[in-house]
């Protein structure tokens, strides 16, 4: 059975720059995220109450691809034992070691993490990843500026999400 992976998209109520003029349940919001030359934005009756609107200034658009390589060939080797205990029956994600890779690439694909995630699942992003030249143990980011989400090369016809990547982990 396939497992069905969710990508998320943070709300404004996580944002440390939400603000509110009167009380939290009545009163109106604002969103200070903009350089500090204009004031706070108001949000709209029309703009969603949980999800980021469009004019979020934390999002990138279109969102960012970066490739993270190994950083060296002790660090391909040690990465073998990482695809070698995933069991795709078991497991829903995989972890690999950030210290072992550094950013190889960073591109604009103009897609989502969710929706890279449905095209490689079906094979339909071949021509970017043989541009890319995506190896094996290799970790995409897909990053829209509020969450990005990353997923670790398993083969070349499956990618599996790392969750806990933390590329300020990885090598310059």
């Known amino acids: 059975m396939a497992k069905k992976y969710s990508f998320p998209e943070p709300g404004c ?6 603000q509110y003029a009167g009380n939290s349940v009545l009163g109106t919001r604002y969103c200070g995220g903009f350089p500090k030359k204009r004031a706070p934005r ?4 029309s703009d969603p109450k949980i999800k980021a609107p469009k004019w ?3 999002r990138i658009s279109p969102p960012v691809c970066r490739v993270y390589g190994f950083a060296d060939e002790q ?5 073998f034992l990482t695809s070698r205990n995933f069991d795709h029956k078991h497991d829903q ?4 070691s950030p210290s072992r890779y550094k950013l190889r690439l960073e591109t604009s694909l103009g897609i989502n993490a969710r929706t890279f995630y449905e095209r490689v699942s079906h094979g339909d992003l071949d021509d970017f990843l043989m541009e890319a030249d ?3 143990g290799e970790v995409v980011e897909i990053d829209d500026g509020l969450h990005p989400y990353f ?3 398993l083969s070349w016809s499956r990618f599996v ?11 310059k």
């Open 13 to 18: 109520g996580s944002c440390q720059h939400l």
């Open 42 to 45: 108001r949000f709209w009756a």
């Open 93 to 96: 994600y995989i972890y690999p």
């Open 75 to 79: 660090s391909r080797d040690l990465d």
């Open 161 to 171: 999400p790392a969750p806990t990547f933390d590329p300020s982990i990885a090598q």
């Open 151 to 153: 997923f670790y090369c």
């Open 56 to 58: 979020c200034p934390k």
């Open 134 to 136: 995506i190896s094996l």
